[in-house]
Structure formats: C-alpha cells, structure tokens
C-alpha cells in the first residue's frame, strides 16, 4: 500500500502568485512521469535561466478537476498516455491569492515526449533519477534575483516556488523507491 496522501502548506512569493493565477486557475497539476528505468521526465522552457528543467506542471482551468487536467496537460506537454496515475501530494501555498498544487505519479512508457501545445515553449525534456530531484530542488533556489517578466517575479522566488515539488517527489520515493511498480 503506497504512503498515505501528503498534504503540506509552503510560503510562495505573492508576485509569483498574481502571475500564475491571472488567467483564473486556482491550482496546478504536478506531472511526475516516471519511465520504465524509473527516471522521471522533467523539461526547461525557452526562457529558464541556463534551460535549467524542473517536473511539468500545467494549469488546472475553472472548474476542471485535477484528474481531468493531468491527463490534457500530459497530453498537451508530451504527447504520452499515462499507464496509471496516482496523486500523492497536495501543496497549499500561503500567498495572498489562493493557490495549490496537486502532486500526481504516473507511470509513462519509454517513448521520448513530443510538445503538441508549442505556446508552452519547452526547449528541451530530461530525465532525472528520483534521488537527483532534491538536487534539482537546491539548483532551482540558487537561482539568480533578477527579474523577469515571463514568470512575473524574480527567478529566485520562483525556484523556492517549484523546489516544493521536487522535494515532495524526492521525498516520497524515499519512503517508496519502487512506486509505482508496486502497486
């Protein structure tokens, strides 16, 4: 039996909240998409700093539940089916603007994904080990205080933002290294 939901509040950058919500969403799907070797495919945007990659996430829509926009999201993003999907965590930011981010596990075949929504501006996917993502976490929070515009705040205050979910993906494999083939 996988580990139980981990639910947790984190601190995020009120700038960074007003730009991630300003078209309406209230929340995010975190896409942990976990190939065969169990490395878990991550991606850098046209814009990071150094085309550093992180877990995909992709915007919930009004009145969209969070299992429906895993799915659109993995398929806008990747283009893979996920074999199974299963939400272990549920992020709460404390921010003036409401905000959350709910942690989904799925495991993908070993196809390679191909961007279908190229407004998303992805430059590249990666794979990363489970225990490399609390790396990936500390790489994401040493990020430059300068700002920019297409994440509305510094790259500082969003590498804290997304390192939350590096840490709750890294975490839960330590507890379960073999997860999702054992269930």
Sequence with gaps: MPPALRTLHAPMD????RHITRDGRSGEVCMVLRRPDGRIWCAAKTFYPGHISRLLTGGIHPNEDPASALLREVAEE???????????GH???DTEVPFETHVFVCRVTA???VVVDLTERIHHFDALLPHELHQRAEQLCTLP????ADIGTHWQAWGAFRAVSHRVVADWFIALPNYPDEV
């Excluded at 205080?145 to 920019?148: G, L, M, S």
Aim: include cysteine.
């Design 111 to 113: 196809d390679v994904p």
């Design 14 to 17: 009120d700038a960074c909240a």
């Design 78 to 88: 990747t283009s893979l089916v996920p074999i199974s999907a299963h939400r272990i």
């Design 91 to 93: 992020i709460h930011y």
């Design 145 to 148: 205080a300068d700002y920019h």
